[in-house]
């Protein structure tokens, strides 16, 4: 940078690029100014100017849901509730660090694990563990090695290198995704440059599955799509599907020749248990269809900030398993070239080991527990404190981490502005991040916002 200081405030490269008659910018990046102009005649100055070359960069504005987080933690008032992202709290609302993966992080320790670096697709022993979570550890498409996993960074990750993979080979082809769905779905298929549409699922009239709806956009959906669906505990609607509504769901999926995109990251949340919670894809497995499955440890082993997860590919042949696995690794590599080794070694010492497994599931239903005691405190503040009648029993048929309100933007808004309550802009609340105690401030806070607010 050149020598002399102007104290005076500078226009910034775009202005300067604009204004050009009287200003030029040098190429090579704004050490000196040429001023010309009457009176000036051609001025030459050496000047270290506060140009950025990235001036004309824009804000972004903040994540729906983690931008949610950013603002809580701005706010001073004592009363403030978190309940924009799906993170587990205890009833003390404090973040819950799950006994079974201390238990195995003093394992890790005690056996001096070293820092190397993973294969590009991960730790062989979690890759073999997770894909038994799901699947079950019998199945047949295991034995016969048509299961492809590749480590992930958890779920949103695994998401991003599968959306990778389906633009690489299949650039014609669209991703079906539920409206609404979790809010990065779309962030994900548009930096992966995969088209999607979205596909009815939520009817705000019966506050439940629109599913003659969802049927008829995914008949209509060009063959051979990608049609993502959340496994279980719909995010943010809470609502999923029953068993045999997965069984017509199959139906038109096969029919249509579509490739379902499972995204699992609720895994044991929806129901406590984690076979039950498996059904979905392992109905589809047994049907013999070819799948992805996305996979996230952060909610179930509260692993959120180690970022373990997988994506796996059922193929219905070993040999094409195989090379799908290699192309995997070759658009994993330039990205992030190998994964993080702690979260998968607590998951592999977790999963691995018949004690901790047993240990990790009673913790999980103990979270699950707590979640549906807050939801049914919830719903009965509610019905007893609203006394226009209406019907609050959806918040009860919700399963998951989440209840979807519908509160719209102003109701949202009013339960941020007034009553210091955080959440997001969709009307959805975290009942994870909610206490037995606060349900009735809460119920306050949504019954004056649905009443007074339009
Ligand atoms: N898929 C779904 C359906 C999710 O809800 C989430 C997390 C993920 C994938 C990705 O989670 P990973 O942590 O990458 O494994 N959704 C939460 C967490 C906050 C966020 O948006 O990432 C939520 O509050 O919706």
Excluded at 289 to 317: D, H, T
Excluded at 408 to 435: C, E, F, P
Excluded at 441 to 454: G, M
Aim: with cysteine; proline share 5%; glycine share 8%.
């Amino acid at each position: 940078m050149a020598s002399t200081v102007l104290s005076a405030p500078f226009p910034s490269a775009v202005d300067l690029r604009g204004r050009s008659p009287m200003i030029g910018v040098p190429k090579n990046g704004g050490d000196h100014l040429l001023l010309k102009g009457k009176g000036f005649g051609r001025v030459r100055m050496s000047v270290a100017v506060n140009l950025s070359r990235f001036e004309g960069v824009t804000m972004a504005p903040p994540d729906p849901i983690l931008g949610v987080s950013e603002a809580f933690k701005a706010d001073t008032n004592e009363l403030k509730l978190n309940l924009g992202v799906g993170a587990y709290r205890t009833e003390e609302l404090q973040p819950y660090v799950l006994n079974v993966v201390k238990k195995a992080e003093k394992l890790m320790l005690e056996r001096g694990e070293n820092k190397e670096y993973l294969p590009i697709e991960g730790l062989a022993a979690f890759n073999k563990v997770t894909a038994e979570l799901l699947l079950g550890a019998d199945n047949p498409v295991i034995k016969q090695g048509k299961v492809a996993t590749v480590q992930g960074l958890s779920g949103t990750g695994s998401l991003r290198l599968a959306a990778a993979f389906i633009q690489r080979y299949f650039p014609e082809a669209k991703a079906l995704i539920s409206s609404p769905t979790w809010g990065n779905h779309k962030n994900i298929f548009n930096d992966a440059r995969v088209p999607w549409s979205e596909y009815r699922y939520y009817d705000p009239r019966t506050v439940g599955l629109d599913f003659e709806g969802m049927i008829a956009d995914i008949k209509a959906a060009p063959d051979g799509s990608f049609v993502v669906l959340h496994g279980c505990a719909h995010n943010p609607t809470g609502i999923d599907p029953t068993p045999e509504q997965w069984e017509k769901i199959a139906d038109v999926v096969q029919e249509k020749n579509h490739i379902p995109f499972f995204d699992v990251a609720y895994q044991g949340f929806a129901s406590g248990s984690l076979d039950t919670d498996a059904f979905s894809v392992r109905l589809f497995v047994e049907r013999g269809l070819e799948l992805l499955v996305a996979q996230s440890y952060s909610k179930n082993l509260g692993l959120y900030a180690e970022r373990i997860g997988a994506v796996n590919f059922v193929c219905s042949a070993s040999d094409v398993t195989d090379r799908v696995k290699s192309q995997l690794k070759r658009l994993a590599r330039p990205m992030y070239s190998n994964p993080p080794v702690h979260g998968a070694r607590i998951v592999a010492n977790v999963v691995g080991d018949p004690t901790l497994f047993d240990e990790w599931k009673q913790e999980m239903e103990q979270m699950a527990g707590r979640i549906k005691h807050v939801r049914q405190r919830l719903y009965d503040s509610l019905s007893q404190k609203d006394k226009s009648g209406k019907d609050w029993s959806f918040i009860l048929k919700q399963i998951g981490m989440f209840s979807f309100t519908g509160l719209n933007k102003a109701q949202s808004d009013n339960m941020t502005n007034k009553w210091h309550v955080y959440m997001t802009k969709d009307g959805r609340i975290s009942l994870a991040g909610l206490s037995l105690s606060k349900c009735e401030y809460l119920a306050d806070a949504i019954i004056d916002s649905f009443h007074n607010v339009s």
